[in-house]
């Protein structure tokens, strides 16, 4: 049973930056894809970014690519979303997920096997 403890959210201006990292424990970290959803108020969970198990491949959703990337530490079991350029509409909850699959990368939350508890990000205007 892998856990997911996400940190590093906070509230920043519009144009701001913030790094959130998600330590895993209880799992073979290595072998999971791991991945970032986000969740504001009265919308849906959405996919955010995911990283291969080796950190080979990266898939961003179309609304952050250019602005956050993901990246992974397989020796400190940690993954990371250096999120730059921060506008309103990132403010959400951001979780963090890990699938155990084997090529490929998923986007739907229903694929992923554990969660994060989440950890709030607000970019005020």
């Known amino acids: 049973q892998m856990q997911l403890v996400e940190s590093g959210g906070g509230l920043v201006q519009a144009g701001g930056s913030l790094r959130l990292s998600c330590a895993a424990s209880?799992?073979?970290?290595?072998?999971?894809?791991m991945a970032w959803f986000r969740q504001a108020p009265g919308k849906e969970r959405e996919f955010v970014a995911a990283?291969?198990?080796?950190?080979?491949?990266?898939y961003y959703a179309d609304s952050v690519k250019g602005r956050f990337t993901i990246s992974r530490d397989n020796a400190k079991n940690t993954v990371y979303l250096q999120m730059n350029s921060l506008k309103p509409e990132d403010t959400a909850v951001y979780y963090c997920?890990?699938?155990?699959?084997?090529?490929?990368?998923?986007?739907?939350?229903?694929?992923?096997?554990?969660w994060g508890q989440g950890t709030q990000v607000t970019v005020s205007s």
């Open positions: 997920a890990a699938d155990w699959v084997i090529g490929g990368l998923r986007l739907s939350a229903d694929d992923y096997d554990y």
């Open positions: 209880g799992g073979s970290f290595s072998n999971y894809a």
């Open positions: 990283i291969s198990w080796r950190g080979t491949s990266t």
